[in-house]
């Protein structure tokens, strides 16, 4: 069952849901210094980036539960996925140019997605692309 969007509500949803990729940044960064200043210390740096990387994945699914149940409209599931790619883009986008702009090799760059080595930072693109379209199906198999 689709709701018939009204115009110009896309380009809105679309920008709201930018909004809440930027308190999701926002988190990820104090989840970081959290990680960093207290886990590290205490838990030791793989379960320490374990815990953190799991909170923040956790972080993102609530966000965009909460985006989407709260939104006066259903969205499509196409709307749903297309800002999952945005949210994951973005992350991507911005670990690539933080990372270069720093003088990461691209080989560091890239061990952060090899979870054969507790690596799980795929995990939050994959949280970011694809919690908008189940928090949708959620929605609207609740009602």
């Given amino acids: 069952?689709?709701?018939?969007?009204?115009?110009?509500?896309?380009?809105?949803?679309?920008?709201?849901?930018?909004?809440?990729?930027?308190?999701?940044?926002?988190?990820?960064?104090?989840?970081?210094?959290?990680?960093?200043?207290?886990?590290?210390?205490?838990?030791?740096?793989?379960?320490?980036?374990?815990?953190?990387?799991?909170?923040?994945?956790?972080?993102?699914?609530l966000a965009a539960l909460l985006f989407v149940s709260l939104a006066s409209e259903t969205r499509s599931r196409t709307d749903l996925l297309a800002l999952g790619v945005l949210w994951a883009t973005l992350t991507w986008v911005l670990e690539l140019w933080l990372g270069l702009a720093r003088?990461?090799?691209s080989a560091d760059l890239l061990a952060d997605y090899d979870s054969a080595c507790c690596r799980l930072f795929g995990?939050?693109?994959?949280?970011?692309?694809?919690?908008?379209?189940?928090?949708?199906?959620?929605r609207r198999a609740g009602g």
């Fill in 123 to 138: 995990l939050i693109l994959l949280a970011e692309l694809f919690s908008p379209p189940i928090a949708g199906f959620l």
């Fill in 103 to 105: 003088g990461v090799a």
């Fill in 1 to 61: 069952m689709s709701t018939r969007v009204r115009e110009g509500a896309l380009p809105r949803f679309f920008l709201r849901g930018l909004g809440v990729w930027g308190l999701l940044l926002g988190f990820a960064i104090v989840n970081g210094i959290f990680r960093q200043r207290v886990l590290e210390p205490f838990l030791g740096p793989e379960p320490a980036h374990i815990l953190s990387t799991t909170t923040l994945a956790g972080a993102v699914f």
